[in-house]
């Protein structure tokens, strides 16, 4: 047999041989195939999106401030670099939807915080807090311990939110009155919480009533 006849009889064995592959065999080398392709691509996406990855995960309640001025964008860092301090990245977006409800951005108190009891700096008067930082540190703070009075640990939890931001236009916990003698926030019983801290205080007004409505139209989820 020459050279030339054992290379074609070689050529033919080998060709045999591929043929031999089941069906089955020819699925698993498929399904390996696309498996590298998917795994691939998910890489990419990942190299990708991960300089936003913490911008990402502030958003995990599907929600985001919306209409908001100028003024309170210019502070979308440092409202999120404090509610990633004090445990509540999720609700960064509410924050915002507050800030631009209590100031749009527009004095130094940008939270309207300075009367908050975590305000330790400078006096409990209204505005008397002369630093935006300072004013969303104090703010969130503020916040957070609404959040937890109210239970609310998600922004999803949309009734528990809006006791929580109730209690943030209140203080004097509002949440606990609410949860004790209604189960939670509504229109009504907020009304009534400042009718009878009006009377309780000998003031013409106390807080807003509808603070939830008009902070939820900046924020939509």
């Not at 130094?108 to 330790?120: G, I, K, L, Y």
């Not at 503020?142 to 203080?171: H, S």
């Not at 916990?173 to 009718?195: C, K, Q, R, V």
Request: proline residues 5%; glycine residues 6%; aromatic residues 12%.
């Amino acid at each position: 047999m020459t050279t030339t006849d054992k290379k074609k009889r070689k050529k033919q064995h080998t060709r045999r041989k591929r043929r031999t592959l089941t069906q089955a065999e020819r699925k698993r080398q498929l399904h390996f195939r696309i498996g590298l392709s998917a795994a691939g691509i998910f890489i990419v996406f990942l190299l990708f999106f991960a300089p936003f990855g913490p911008h990402l995960l502030s958003g995990s309640g599907k929600g985001r401030a919306v209409d908001l001025s100028d003024s309170v964008l210019q502070y979308q860092e440092q409202v999120l670099q404090y509610c990633e301090e004090y445990s509540i990245p999720a609700f960064s977006q509410i924050v915002l939807a507050i800030m631009q409800q209590e100031s749009a951005g527009s004095v130094p108190d940008v939270m309207q915080a300075s009367e908050s009891p975590f305000n330790t700096w400078y006096a409990n008067t209204p505005n008397s807090i002369p630093d935006p930082d300072y004013s969303i540190r104090v703010g969130v703070e503020t916040f957070a311990y609404c959040l937890e009075e109210a239970g609310c640990a998600a922004p999803n939890q949309k009734e528990r939110l809006k006791l929580a931001l109730q209690t943030y236009n209140y203080g004097n916990s509002y949440a606990s009155w609410a949860l004790t003698n209604y189960g939670g926030y509504s229109p009504d019983n907020a009304l009534e919480f400042s009718e009878n801290m009006k009377v309780k205080l000998g003031w013409n007004q106390y807080g807003d009533p509808e603070y939830v409505s008009h902070v939820l139209r900046y924020y939509r989820s």
